[in-house]
């Protein structure tokens, strides 16, 4: 019996112990919100949010990025290239800002990374790596005149491939398109369309069209 009591006393202690630590912490953090930020920002380290002990020069689109320096409060905004970051997502305070890279394709490749503040900006090298256009295929090339069929692949829509957007055509002969999401392009195969031909495929975000065989036997 003292045993058991003697163990359930130590346990008591660790859990006091242990929610006195997370007290500790959640205060820390407040201590950090409330620190001002008056000057320019500086960065001294960037890091993936998941990972704080590794610096990183680059991620990838959707990654989480973690930010260090000094006075990151008051962001007016934060870009990578060209493409600014919804501010609804950024977390910052005075020596930490979070921010996820942005799922789009910049308007021009700068690699760097570019953070504004009410008291100043700063800049940094940084590269995002810019997924390529992936086009596995047609899931049924020998899809009959006026039947409709599936284009399947990757990153469609940052390739503005999308039912406002997208141009696919089986020679000149133009495929009406019915649905497009980031990995499917549903399309209708156009009556005039001639068998053993290029479709092509177009987007607006897309210097040139991609081709890839139509082989309906007519």
Known sequence: ?????????????????????????????KAKD??????APEITKIVLANDKEFEIDGADFEDMVRIEGKNLGNVVSVKFNDVEVDPKEIYARYDML????????PGEVTDMLYITTKNGSVSKPFTVSIPELKIDGLQNEFTNLGDT????GDNFDLYGI?????????????????????????LQIPANAQPNTDLTIQGGEMAEPVAIPYMNPG
């Not at 003697?6 to 346990?11: E, G, L, Q, T, V």
């Not at 979070?98 to 394709?105: C, I, T």
């Open 98 to 105: 979070l921010a996820p890279v942005p799922r789009q394709l």
């Open 34 to 39: 409330d620190i001002p930020s008056n000057g």
């Open 149 to 152: 069929t599936v284009i399947s």
């Open 1 to 29: 019996m003292k045993n058991i009591k003697y163990m359930a006393a130590w346990a008591a202690v660790l859990f006091a112990f242990s929610a006195c630590q997370d007290i500790v912490e959640v205060e820390d953090l």
């Open 162 to 186: 999308t039912v406002e957007q997208a141009d696919v055509r089986i020679g000149n002969a133009i495929c009406t398109v019915i649905d497009a999401t980031r990995t499917d392009i549903t």
